[in-house]
């Protein structure tokens, strides 16, 4: 608990230090999704309508320019090897590294998600949905990532793969992360919001348990055989 | 374990392959003549979708291969991490063009089928969705394989992946039961048997024959090529290293 | 003759019909025949090399009897 | 001679196809050092890796303290200390805080300052590491040998980059861990001054440089 | 013009080479795309209306990705000097590593927007003014993005500063080129349809024009700077 | 004495705020060897990347060939090879692509291997680079001296992780660079055995050795 705890204050540490980590992604997200309404005209009920899409899809956008980061200085400068090298279990060391990677990325895109939501005129129930969603689907989306991430180390150009490996593996998280604000915003009676919602979010909670599982496994076995 | 190390022996592989490959290509063409037969001129036009139908032998057994061929390469991916077999990441490594090919053939035979059937070329429901999924995992297996200087690297990370991309599968599989979809539920491999008339059966199960052993007789083949393909990047550094 | 074309009209699904399986047909045909050049090739390259090596090994051979 | 701590035997390493070593065995008892030596691409990094766990070798047998290990690297790798050709320097952080992060040690642990002040660096506690010249870095990595007390130390050229003053305090710390009974695998180009030293040269194990063992491979079985 | 020639024959070769800097634009360009039906829904109707917008957007994201890669490797390569030192117009060279940016890019994009089209239920007039409006405007998108290329050359993290520079500059050409393909899907008689693109699509040849005059020079001063 | 080609007067350098050396200055004639000594951090490194012109002196002048280049490092610029710590190697290009992309040679050009046999590569020229060893990745960056044909070559360190016989044929090929009226102009630690060569080491200008020039800085104005 100590070794999970010592890397994700490092990380956040560096990330702190190199603030533009920090900025990036969220300065992306936030450039990204007001692009939309220039492209598609000021209509303000279109613009409703599709908000849940264009914030989750610039969201999944986001993070996957982020994903990069997660390993690859450390797997350049040699502090992967002695990260393999010093921690008692590799899979708590992946888990903290996604950990503040979330909180550097994930957690600053859903603090900056309800600016965007009201920019395209969404109504306050589906921002509160929005923001459930984004809680429970952004850990997700660095988790898997994470995985794309150590995958790719060595990789002749392993920035260009990681949208390939890991683009597929997102859109479930996509498809119930809009699911559940489309069911809040179709909701009429203002009781019945959270209830529509709810299948989804669970879905999505069901993804975050499963990719908890996987990763620390896939992650290790990745990272093991990139430092061979 | 003692199977697997039958075969472990390159050579013995190959003389494997030479004596099997005859019967595999026989059994193809032979399935392949008799089920494309049948699909025309036996089996009757549906009674809803009219001739329309006949898109369905070649639309469902490449649909049931590019599950089946992720599938083994799931496993033949398994069986590299935990006993290292060589073979098996030449299997996995021969069998993910294929499943490619079967994979873009499902797509493309659905989409020509639903275009007079719903109407459209293309809609976004969670079958043909997750098939779509299914096809850049094939992409992304293929690319990962080959993303490094050391083809030993490439197969172990496209092994993970693999194995990782795998629960796309069961997605595909129920998604016409969990979700409420425009295509087909499942009417042939159900718990309690097909619900399709014997006169379509036949040959849909005949096509689904010819292209398993198709499937068959091409892995044989490249994985073959492959060994030799091994043999020379040895001679060829021998040459080098004594030069 | 009729029947022939009634054959290839399918019902007015022929265009879909006979794409979908010249598609199939082609698909198939380039994996079959991809692999089968390679194959090909790989085993002319593995005789030559195989043949070159030969001659090397007995003009080495050579060398080596004639000196004593 | 003392006690046994670290032996393989018979070890083969392939990496990229090819054999780096074949048929390599050593033997390393406690407090000793053992000098891997032999020309560029001989494989002295290559068995350092093997030997940190990080790398698996092909064929043979690692024992730790009488334990076979070969199949479970993490019985010796929690007790090693690795340093390889880069030295995992973050160069945004500080000194101090680079070598507190990895040793796991508090940032205010004097311990810290004590590793620091062996390869002559604490003047330079607080400097961003970014600043450092390359033989600063070099000792920044060493001096967490220091730091994370472990009883095999593994280094991979680590007087690369060191003046010569710098050397003489890394064989000064090698001949202290001695004698608290630590014990120390080095490969190295430049002479390094340590007591009594066992050398081991992966010249003759290389089908590169012995050509000895070319067709050794060639009846094996190939796959890859 | 020789000189021209060279650099731009030399660029492709590389871009050849390493073939995923060729495939990473347009994979990036398809795989987002397609996210956005999942976002959205399934509804044709929708589709097809949002369509121009989702693709130009797309479009302009797959173009700002590459954007770095222009000029950043040459810096750090130390060739941008021989560059300089060897040509006898800087002006030219920028234009020379732009077209063939463009080339590697732009048209790459262009080739894979009917797919994309297609699957969003877009109408084949709409897609002929879709292209026609890509022709124009991509290489405006290569051009402008240049000049921030340049100027964040030897910046900490110049990376991160891109998207901040030019999603501001990209926007006139994202408004006419959406605006020429929705005069043409609004246009009612088929002969009308040229006619109601028209002026979008001659602004976007003026911001062609306008960003060829701009970028030799603007680029050329930045590069000089970057060297000193 | 031959005659100059490189001169530095008084040459002071400030990097991260800190004086790095102070009132240095060097001379350089045709044909012959400078070697740049000093402990860690005394600016050797500092001073040759001056010299490349990558960066810029505080104070001081620069002369080449009796001409004042301290403003227009261009003049020396082109007629410079720099090898720095480290090697620029592209590790998805081979061995012989590496060398041919930064020569500015054809693919086929027999300069390639010429260069790449003086530091016994040429086995290793198909070879992808990411394959090779430290001691083969820094022979490949020697090669490039060879190929690109300058008239001073600046190096940092040259000799790390290079093996014995490797040490060898560097000094080889610096004293064939000599004999065709070339100079050379490196730092190292460890001994490289050139013909000779002139020293000069650069402890005496370095606050941070030589106490007696700490306050030479207090007086001066501190913007940074
Ligand atoms: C691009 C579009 C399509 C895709 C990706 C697709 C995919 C699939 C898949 C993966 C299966 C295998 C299911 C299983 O074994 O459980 C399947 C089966 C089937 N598909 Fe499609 N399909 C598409 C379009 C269509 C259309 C348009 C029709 C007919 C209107 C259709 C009719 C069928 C039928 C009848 C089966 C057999 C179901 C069974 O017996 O289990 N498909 N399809
Ligand atoms: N990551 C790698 N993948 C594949 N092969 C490698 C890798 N690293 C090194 N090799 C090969 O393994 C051989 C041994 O390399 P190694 O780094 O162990 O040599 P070394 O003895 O440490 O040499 P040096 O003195 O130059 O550091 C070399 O021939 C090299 O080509
Ligand atoms: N990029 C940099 N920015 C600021 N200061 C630096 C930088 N690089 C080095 N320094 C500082 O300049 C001083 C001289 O460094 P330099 O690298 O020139 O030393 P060196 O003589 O080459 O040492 P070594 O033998 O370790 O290579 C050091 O004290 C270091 O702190
Ligand atoms: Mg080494
Ligand atoms: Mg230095």
């Known amino acids: 608990m100590n070794g999970f705890l010592n890397i994700v204050s490092k990380d956040l540490r560096l990330a702190l230090r190199q603030r533009s980590d920090l900025t990036m992604a969220v300065l992306f997200f936030i450039l990204t999704a007001m692009l939309f309404p220039f492209g598609l005209g000021p209509e303000p009920n279109l613009l409703a309508r599709i908000a849940p899409g264009i914030i989750w899809v610039t969201a999944l956008l986001s993070v996957l320019l982020s994903l990069e980061r997660i390993f690859l200085a450390d797997y350049e400068d040699g502090s992967l090897e002695q990260l393999v090298l010093s921690c008692a279990s590799l899979e708590i060391a992946i888990l903290a590294k996604v950990l503040a990677h979330w909180l550097t990325t994930g957690l600053p895109l859903i603090m900056a998600a309800p600016l965007i939501a009201l920019l395209f005129n969404m109504d306050t129930e589906a921002i509160t949905i929005l923001l459930i969603a984004m809680l429970l689907g952004t850990p997700s989306l660095s988790l898997i990532g994470a995985i794309a991430g150590t995958l790719t180390l060595g990789a002749r150009r392993g920035g260009v793969l990681i949208p390939l490996l890991v683009l597929p593996l997102y859109i479930p998280t996509l498809i119930f992360g809009v699911g559940a604000i489309d069911a809040a915003m179709n909701s009429l009676e203002a009781g019945a919001v959270i209830a529509n919602a709810r299948p989804h979010l669970l879905l999505l909670g069901a993804i975050l348990l499963v990719s908890l599982l996987i990763t620390p496994l896939a992650g290790a076995a990745a990272l093991k055989q990139a430092l061979e | ?243 | 003759m009729d029947q022939i074309m009634n054959f290839f009209s399918m019902g007015n699904y022929g265009a879909y019909i006979w794409t979908a399986y010249i598609l199939t047909a082609v698909v198939m045909l380039s994996l079959l025949v991809t692999t089968l050049q390679r194959l090909h090739k790989n085993q002319a390259e593995l005789e030559e090399l195989q043949q070159l090596m030969e001659s090397a090994k007995q003009s080495n051979n050579k060398e080596e009897t004639a000196r004593p | 001679m003392g006690k046994s701590l670290f032996s393989g035997e018979n070890l083969t390493c392939v990496r990229g196809g090819r054999n780096v070593f074949i048929g390599l065995s050593f033997h390393l008892t406690e407090s000793s050092v053992l000098i891997l030596e032999g020309p560029n691409g001989s494989g002295k990094s290559s068995l350092i890796r093997i030997l940190s766990g990080l790398l698996r070798a092909r064929t043979g047998t690692l024992t730790w303290q009488n334990e076979d290990a070969t199949n479970e690297p993490e019985i010796f790798q929690k007790h090693i200390h690795y340093i390889g050709h880069r030295n995992a320097i973050k160069p945004v952080l500080t000194v101090q805080e680079n070598l507190s992060y990895w040793s796991g040690l508090d940032q205010n642990d004097t311990d810290l300052d004590k590793a620091l002040d062996q390869f002559n660096m604490l003047p330079l506690k607080n400097t961003p590491a970014n600043l450092l010249s390359s033989g600063q870095s070099r000792r920044l990595a060493l001096s967490r040998l220091l730091a994370s007390r472990k009883k095999l130390w593994l280094l991979d050229e680590p007087s690369v980059g060191l003046d010569v003053a710098s050397v003489k305090l890394l064989e000064h710390v090698i001949d202290q861990h001695l004698l608290t009974g630590g014990s120390v695998i080095f490969a190295t180009h430049s002479p390094i001054d340590v007591k009594a030293p066992t050398r081991l040269n992966l010249r003759e194990y290389s089908p590169l440089y012995n050509n000895a063992l070319i067709n050794l491979d060639d009846e094996e079985e190939c796959w890859v």
């Not at chain 2, 992720?70 to 990441?89: E, K, M, Q």
């Not at chain 2, 109407?119 to 490094?148: C, E, K, P, Q």
């Not at chain 2, 083949?221 to 030069?243: N, P």
Request: net charge positive; with cysteine.
């Open chain 2, 1 to 243: 374990m003692s199977v697997f190390h039958r075969f472990a022996n390159p050579n013995r592989f190959l003389k494997l392959t030479n004596t099997v490959l005859p019967w595999v290509s026989g059994i193809t063409v032979v399935s392949l003549v008799a089920g494309l037969y049948m699909a025309f001129f036996t089996s009757p036009p549906d009674y809803q979708q009219g001739e329309s139908v006949r898109i369905m032998y070649i639309h469902v057994p490449s649909a049931w291969m590019a599950m089946f061929i992720y599938t083994s390469i799931a496993i033949a991916s398994v069986c590299s991490l935990i006993w290292r077999h060589p073979l098996a990441d030449l299997a996995a490594k021969a069998s993910a063009p294929i499943g490619a090919g079967f994979t873009f053939l499902a797509l493309a035979t659905g989409s020509l089928w639903g275009k007079p059937m719903w109407g459209a070329w293309w809609v976004w429901d969670a079958r043909l969705t997750s098939v779509l999924i299914l096809f850049f995992l094939y992409l992304g297996h293929m690319a990962l394989m080959n993303a490094f200087e050391e083809q030993e690297r490439g197969n172990r990370a496209a092994a993970i992946l693999a194995i990782v991309g795998f629960v796309n599968i069961p997605i595909i599989k129920f998604s016409v039961d969990w979700w409420n979809t425009l295509h087909q539920p499942a009417s042939v491999m159900r718990a309690d048997g097909p619900s399709i008339d014997p006169s379509m059966l036949w040959p849909l199960l005949i096509m689904g024959l010819a292209f398993k052993f198709f499937y068959l007789a091409v892995l044989l083949i490249k994985i073959k090529s492959e060994l030799i393909e091994a043999k020379l990047r040895k001679y060829r550094r021998a040459m080098v290293d004594s030069a």
